[in-house]
């Protein structure tokens, strides 16, 4: 059963929330599950495994956009518009500006950079696939 794990390394049975949810139906499928489970392995304690989520833009940082505006900005107006939400240009630090969050700044890359949100889709696609 996919929904229960016996983790011998920490002594635990881990369940998911959906499973623990079910689980607290007495008489349920789950409900069974997990009082064999507890039986089998008595000394082990139960937990709700926390889902880790995958950052498919890892290596996406300041650095790397600011590069890769550095090749594909001809005029220099995308360059300006970054260093603003870095709170980087002249007029942000004369108010004091903040900069923005990494989520809007991504956001922002990728809509000025289409082809590349593209390419970082399909990549996902690829390593989703494995």
Do not use: C
């Not at 623990?20 to 789950?30: C, M, N, Q």
């Not at 650095?63 to 001809?74: G, L, P, S, T, V």
């Amino acid at each position: 059963m996919r929904n229960i794990i016996i983790n011998e390394k920490n002594n635990t049975i881990v369940i998911t929330k959906k499973f623990e949810k079910a689980a607290k139906r007495f008489g349920s499928e789950e409900y069974k599950a997990l009082k064999e489970a507890r039986a089998d392995f008595p000394a082990y304690k139960v937990v709700t495994s926390k889902r880790t989520k995958t950052n498919g833009n890892k290596g996406l940082t300041y650095d790397f956009m600011e590069n890769y505006i550095d090749a594909h900005d001809k005029d220099g107006f995308v360059k300006a518009e970054f260093e603003t939400l870095l709170a980087k240009s002249e007029e942000a630090e004369e108010l004091g500006a903040t900069t923005a969050t990494y989520n809007e700044i991504k956001e922002w890359f990728f809509n000025t950079y289409p082809a590349f949100a593209e390419f970082q889709k399909r990549r996902e696609a690829i390593l989703g696939a494995k």
